[in-house]
């Protein structure tokens, strides 16, 4: 199947090549050839769950996108389930026609892996976005972890410079999600260099704000000089927030977290005091990041699983002193472009 | 479980043995755990499982009933959820919250409905009801995962409502633990509740109107979820529909079963919720204080509701003629 597949990509590139040459500047045969290589071709996208902001924010773009190039444009809600998103790409790699390319965001570092290398070589191109995995796709396209973690870490400590404690305390998402994990890695990266700070307290969240709520009650409880509160994910550091906030310490209190840039998730909060500081991600670079590589290898010929680059998206940590209007994107601005 | 077998079934009933467990655990947390022991502390406490426990005190009636309802924390998140969505839509307070309501009894009285007249059992009408309340309210009526609370809504205000510095949910698990004290042990629909939860069929003769009551008792059980759905929004100023995929209703039949109301129905009361939550409450904060990752919480957890419906099994053997029907 393989073999054939490239022949004949060879073929018609050469096909093109031979045609490109004659051809006069009034007529160029690009445009038809792109025409060609992306018209009716099938992307598909497996988010963890369609309810979140990013998801969203992701889908609209690829949708507006991959719809003006002439493809078509679905997604999987799984809704948080690691069975139904495992279903949704065995019923994908399954369909016919199948996807072309497959925009994974996987659960946590091992559980697709199997499945996308079986998407790979059923000649589906597998795009790994947000969560690593263990796992060659054809690109990762989302955050380097480890470095956000880092950023967050940086953060914390401006935020704690003018008080006197140098305590912090971690609201962790999970032990399995490799956000989770190399969030941690990257925060403990930092601070090594500075000994002064110290982490009195590193519970799990289980990305659910009551418990984040609890947690952090709790925390700030045992650690009343609490100088700041990294947690690992805006979905549930309302949680934390609310607690800071009953315990009337927003003050003294620098809370840390990181997400997807949605204005009233992240940018609200960070001009109403919810927020210190967050990490956020570019999402439409990162969305028009995966166009970009959706064209590339549709137009390239090569077999999927060829290469395997990392197209990280640049972070930056946002704050009430560098928070512009242009900062967040708007969820509902997004979803009126894409028509949906 | 050693001194259980020494000790007639009459002194160690579950209740005092998860009793004596707290006690314990609160005394050793509290001298061993710097912190543990300070009003501020005790209070965060209650206040972490004041929604748990509403939640539970509507289990509890359902349960002695000799019923259960799966469909709570879908009720809870998903009615919530749709009255603040409607909000932001720009619906008038008044007419969305009766919207809400009418909803959520609706669901209660679908539930009891098919449970009393169609005679499906209760586990799996609940169940489906879940899922279809959580399938249609998150596809049809919001379009996100979280819904936050318009600034300065009630919702908001009510969540830092404070007095004696004690927030607002801890007085209204109270007032409501009262009042179904008060209904369960001292109205004869409470009464009758017992009656028909151990032994339905018996209860049916001697005239008790056992299907309308149970209708009711789902009805309840689905207004406390929502009660208990507002004071999460209160707390978090927004509410994230994902609680349906967490351990949430585990915790509420845990609190009840942990607290020694057997499953087969006609036993217990609010005391019986009070000893239950208690114990998780104290467990969940030591265990926090300790920094114990949640992997381990989770086993911890789980262990003792394993302990408790083994306990449960012995203590509260399932009556051989009554056990068959309507039986979960």
Redesign the interface.
């Known amino acids: 199947m393989k073999p054939i597949k490239t022949l004949m990509a060879a073929a018609a590139l050469a096909a093109a090549a031979f045609t490109a040459v004659p051809a006069s500047a009034q007529d160029d045969p690009a445009p038809a050839q792109y025409a060609a290589a992306l018209k009716d071709k099938r992307v598909l996208m497996v988010p963890m769950a369609m309810g979140f902001d990013l998801a969203q924010g992701w889908a609209a773009i690829l949708k507006h996108e991959v719809e003006a190039f002439g493809g078509s444009f679905e997604t999987r809600d799984p809704n948080w389930s690691v069975e139904a998103g495992a279903q949704a790409i065995t019923e994908a790699i399954s369909s016919d026609p199948k996807p072309d390319v497959l925009i994974v965001m996987s659960p946590d570092l091992n559980s697709y892996s199997k499945l996308m290398k079986r998407a790979q070589k059923e000649g589906i191109y597998v795009l790994l976005i947000d969560n690593p995995a263990n796992f060659k796709a054809d690109a990762y396209l989302g955050s380097d972890w480890t470095e956000l973690g880092r950023l967050e870490a940086r953060a914390v400590i401006d935020g704690c410079s003018e008080s006197a404690s140098k305590k912090i305390g971690l609201v962790q998402g999970d032990q399995v999600n490799a956000t989770s994990l190399f969030q941690y890695a990257g925060i403990m990266d930092v601070l090594k260099d500075h000994p002064d700070f110290e982490v009195v307290a590193k519970p799990d969240s289980n990305w659910d704000a009551t418990t984040s709520r609890n947690v952090t009650t709790t925390m700030l409880q045992q650690h009343p000089d609490l100088c700041g509160i990294i947690d690992f994910w805006d979905g549930d550091a309302t949680g934390a927030a609310a607690a800071i906030r009953d315990a009337g310490m927003q003050d003294q209190v620098f809370l840390v977290t990181t997400g997807g840039g949605e204005k009233t998730a992240d940018c609200d909060r960070i001009a109403d005091g919810t927020y210190g500081a967050v990490v956020m991600t570019e999402l439409a670079q990162e969305s028009y990041n995966m166009v970009t590589i959706i064209k590339y290898l549709l137009q390239s010929g090569q077999a999927p699983g060829t290469s395997s680059p990392y197209i990280y998206t640049l972070l930056h940590a946002t704050t009430k002193d560098n928070l512009r209007p242009d900062s967040c994107w708007d969820l509902k601005a997004l979803q009126a472009m894409a028509g949906n | 479980m050693g001194p259980l077998q020494g000790l007639s079934i009459e002194i160690m009933n579950q209740e005092r043995i998860v009793l004596i467990a707290a006690i314990l655990i609160f005394g050793a947390a509290a001298f061993g755990l ?2 543990f022991l ?1 009003a ?2 005790l209070i ?1 406490i209650v ?2 499982i004041a ?1 748990l426990g509403i939640l539970a005190l509507g289990m509890s009636v359902v349960i002695i009933g000799r019923g259960i309802d799966l469909s709570m924390v879908a009720v809870m998140a998903m009615s919530v959820a749709w009255y603040l969505q409607l909000l932001g839509d720009a619906m008038p307070d008044s007419s969305a919250f009766a919207l809400v309501v009418g909803g959520v009894l609706a669901i209660g009285l679908v539930n009891g409905f098919l449970i009393a007249y169609a005679e499906v059992p209760a586990i799996f009408v609940t169940l489906a009801s879940s899922s279809f309340v959580f399938g249609y309210v ?1 596809s049809q009526l919001i ?4 819904v ?1 609370v318009p600034d300065g809504h009630w919702v908001e205000i009510l ?2 409502v404070r007095y004696f510095g004690v ?1 607002v949910e801890v007085y209204l698990f109270i007032v409501l633990a009262v009042m179904v004290f008060l209904f369960l042990r001292f109205t004869k629909w409470g009464r009758y509740v017992y009656y028909a939860g151990d032994n339905p069929v018996a209860a049916r003769n001697i005239g008790i109107p056992v299907r309308p009551m149970l209708v009711l008792r789902y009805m309840l059980s689905a207004l406390t979820a929502f009660i208990a759905g507002l004071l ?1 929004a209160a ?4 509410i ?4 349906v ?2 351990t949430l209703l585990y915790d509420i039949v845990l609190v009840a079963v942990i607290g020694g109301i057997g499953l087969s129905g006609g036993k217990g009361g609010v005391r019986n919720v009070l000893v239950g939550a208690a114990l998780i409450g104290i467990m ?2 030591a265990m ?2 300790i ?1 114990i ?3 381990y919480q989770n086993l911890i957890k789980s262990t003792i509701l394993l302990a408790a419906i083994i306990v449960d099994g012995l203590l509260n053997p399932r009556d051989e003629q009554t056990a068959q029907q309507g039986d979960i």
């Open positions: 710097p912190g300070t501020a502390n965060a206040r972490s929604v998150r379009p996100s995962d979280a936050p969540g830092g927030p999460t707390s978090l100023h927004s994230n529909t994902r609680v995929n967490s969940l904060n926090t204080i920094d990752p949640l992997l």
